[in-house]
């Protein structure tokens, strides 16, 4: 019985964080559309901000459980991890956001897995298996449907964030990669908490937090919706997908990720009145069926690759 509650605590984790991250990309959509804020200043706060209340949460409730020393390999790979996996991420996932919409933003990040299988592919020299090269072959589809809406002449979307958004998926195959390495040693929050700080104080060069205008007459329901997709978007949809992992396996967690887009696109549609023709929802259900499809198959990709 303990089992079935605490396996049904998993699901309701992973379910929540990643409703919470696609609802909390429309919200930052909204935020673009209606405010002066712009996408460095946001990424720059969000991580700063996000990156404390985690680490506070592993410091008071994780440390002593969790205890290791720190060498200069870790500190490295954490550093390089903290640039080109956490901050790429978000800049990159923002950005898309920013120059096009939440919902396609959150869909084309879902190509992180071509560019893992690639990356297996030619760096670790393994070959390719059929499922991987379908895999390739729909998301391929997919983003053209979506980028062009059918009519191969003419972008439906802006190339800005059609680039963004692919790049998004890169960052998230590095990220997903990386992480592998750190996990075996840190605790995920004192990683994931830890490394957004560490991004946030290195953009805060670039874009600090002071620069914003606050002269700006900021609306209640602006700040409600700022402050909604930092805390509850992105530090709490953090915490509760860590959490899930505890409970549930990583392919369950994969799958039920998938929330993210799909509250996404339905928040973005239906409260945001963004506009998507047929063939890019047909796009959208191929990349999202076939990330389901390698999610499913993975564990026997996974046996082959080890053979």
């Given amino acids: 019985m303990q089992k079935n509650e605490s396996h049904i605590r998993g699901l309701v984790f992973v379910c929540l964080g990643a409703i919470l991250w696609g609802v909390g990309g429309t919200a930052t959509d909204y935020i673009f559309k209606n405010t002066p804020v712009t996408v460095d200043w946001y990424v720059t706060t969000r991580l700063i901000i996000s990156g404390v ?38 800049y990159t996932y923002t950005a898309a956001i920013g120059h096009g919409n939440a919902a396609i933003a959150t869909v084309l990040q879902c190509t992180g897995p071509i560019y893992i299988i690639l990356y297996y592919a030619f760096k670790k020299y393994i070959q390719w298996t059929y499922r991987e090269a379908i895999v390739i072959i729909v998301m391929i589809v997919g983003v053209a449907l979506i980028a062009t809406n059918g009519d191969f002449t003419v972008f439906a979307v802006p190339p800005k964030a059609i680039f963004w958004g692919l790049l998004s998926g890169v960052a998230l195959a590095y990220y997903t990669i990386h992480a592998g390495y750190l996990l075996v040693r840190l605790h995920p929050l004192q990683l994931v908490g830890g490394s957004m700080l560490v991004g946030g104080v290195l953009l805060n060069f670039f874009a600090p937090i002071w620069s914003f205008d606050f002269s700006y007459e900021w609306q209640g329901v602006d700040l409600a919706i700022l402050a909604f997709s930092i805390f509850f978007g992105t530090a709490l949809a953090f915490y509760l997908y860590i959490g899930s992992l505890k409970y549930i396996s990583s392919k369950e967690a994969g799958i039920l990720g998938l929330l993210e887009p799909v509250s996404a696109i339905i928040t973005s549609v239906l409260v945001l009145g963004v506009v998507l023709g047929f063939y890019q929802f047909v796009g959208i259900i191929l990349v999202l069926t076939v990330t389901i499809f390698n999610t499913l198959s993975s564990g026997k990709r996974g046996k082959e690759k080890l053979n």
């Fill in 53 to 90: 209340i985690l680490l506070l949460i592993y410091l008071i409730f994780f440390r002593k459980k969790h205890s290791m020393v720190w060498d200069k390999y870790i500190i490295t790979m954490f550093i390089i991890y903290s640039i080109f996996g956490m901050t790429a991420v978000q």
